[in-house]
C-alpha cells in the first residue's frame, strides 16, 4: 500500500481558492493512478478527480470539472488538487487516495487513503 498525507485545507471565502496536497511514500507511487474524493456531513463520499500514472490523463467530477485542476509531481511523490471559484458547497472532508492501476482508475481501483483534510468554504 502507499502512505498519503493530505495538507492545504483551511477556510476560505465564497470565491477563494486552495491547492491540497498529498505527500505520497511506500508502494511506487509513479506507477499509480491517484484521485482525491471529498465527504461533506451526512453524505456519502464523492469522487472529485483522478489523474494518471504519468500525468498524461485527468478525469473530473461535473460538479467540479472547470474549478479543479488535479496534477502530481513524480519526483516529489506528491498530487495536488488545485480549487478555484469555491462555494460552500464545496465544504468537506478531502482525501487523496492511490489506485492498484495507472490508468482509468476505477472507485474500486483505490486501496489506500490519507486521513483527510477539512475544507470550509463560508459564504
Known amino acids: 500500500q502507499v502512505q498519503l498525507v493530505e495538507?492545504?485545507?483551511g477556510l476560505v471565502q465564497a470565491g477563494?481558492?486552495?491547492r491540497l496536497s498529498c505527500a505520497a511514500s511506500g508502494r511506487t507511487f509513479s506507477s499509480s493512478a491517484m484521485g482525491w474524493f471529498r465527504q461533506?456531513?451526512?453524505k456519502l463520499r464523492e469522487f472529485i478527480a483522478a489523474i494518471s500514472w504519468n500525468g498524461d490523463s485527468a478525469y473530473y467530477a461535473?460538479?467540479?470539472k472547470g474549478r479543479c485542476t488535479i496534477s502530481r509531481d513524480n519526483a516529489k511523490n506528491t498530487v495536488f488538487l488545485q480549487m478555484?471559484?469555491?462555494r460552500p458547497e464545496d465544504t468537506a472532508v478531502y482525501y487523496c487516495a492511490a489506485a492498484t492501476v495507472g490508468d482509468y482508475p476505477a472507485s474500486t481501483d483505490f486501496d489506500s487513503w490519507?486521513?483527510?483534510t477539512q475544507v470550509t468554504v463560508s459564504s
Open 16 to 18: 477563494g481558492s486552495l
Open 84 to 86: 478555484i471559484s469555491l
Open 114 to 116: 490519507g486521513q483527510g
Open 62 to 64: 461535473d460538479s467540479v
Open 40 to 42: 461533506a456531513p451526512g
Open 7 to 9: 495538507s492545504g485545507g
